[in-house]
């Protein structure tokens, strides 16, 4: 997925660390100087902006201008996506975008596809939502699922968040998707030793038949 996030950063000035401890250090720097810089007024969704990042997504594909009205299309859903957002800040946008991502990683967005349910209608369902608790636990139960299913996946998985996390952490990158991948992982794992009997999602969380009911 096209990554929106516009920071004051150029990859050029990425680097490897040297040590982890120097590696959390660039890591936390970035993420401060980015939520300062994001959370600007200059920084929120305008038409302006939308413009200007429709028009970059174009270059870097090979989409046309004319797909960005097309929410089938990817560029169309990026659109849509920002055009939904009209107003919000960029950090806000951001959190919208790495819980498309953890749908993404967890095979939801898959299913959804599956059950015919729109681009437009995933992405205004999600955008109701913050990425919290309860929106983790969830994600956790559906990786618990997953694990019956094919025992091991949980522990292979936490193992490449891990790794993932670490490798993103010394190149200086943003880290909360690595970070938001592990802390799922270890909270399904946890409930599993818990609670070997972990029942399935309560009416009241989200759920694909909650989304497929919502169209």
């Given at each position: ?69 097309d929410p089938s299309t990817s560029i169309g859903a990026y659109h849509y996506m920002l055009e939904s957002n009209m ?30 349910c729109s681009r437009q209608e995933v992405i205004s369902y999600y955008s109701q939502y913050s990425l919290d608790e ?34 993103a952490r010394k190149a200086g990158q943003e880290l909360r998707f690595y970070k938001e991948k592990k802390e799922i ?31």
């Amino acid at each position: 997925m096209l990554n929106p996030l516009m920071t004051p950063f150029s990859p050029s000035l990425l680097k490897c660390c040297l040590s982890r401890a120097e590696a959390r250090r660039d890591a936390a720097k970035v993420a401060l100087i980015n939520s300062l810089f994001n959370e600007l007024p200059s920084r929120r969704i305008t038409k302006e902006f939308i413009m200007e990042s429709v028009q970059e997504a174009v270059a870097s594909t090979s989409g046309t201008l004319d797909d960005a009205d097309d929410p089938s299309t990817s560029i169309g859903a990026y659109h849509y996506m920002l055009e939904s957002n009209m107003g919000k800040t960029m950090l806000e946008f951001q959190e919208l975008m790495t819980i498309f991502q953890l749908l993404h990683w967890n095979g939801s967005l898959k299913a959804l596809r599956e059950t015919k349910c729109s681009r437009q209608e995933v992405i205004s369902y999600y955008s109701q939502y913050s990425l919290d608790e309860k929106m983790r636990s969830h994600m956790a139960l559906d990786w618990i699922m997953k694990e019956r299913e094919l025992p091991g996946i949980l522990s292979q998985e936490l193992r490449m968040a891990l790794r993932e996390l670490e490798e993103a952490r010394k190149a200086g990158q943003e880290l909360r998707f690595y970070k938001e991948k592990k802390e799922i992982l270890s909270l399904a794992l946890t409930q599993i030793y818990s609670d070997p009997d972990t029942s399935s999602p309560s009416d009241d969380q989200l759920s694909l038949t909650a989304l497929c009911g919502y169209h």
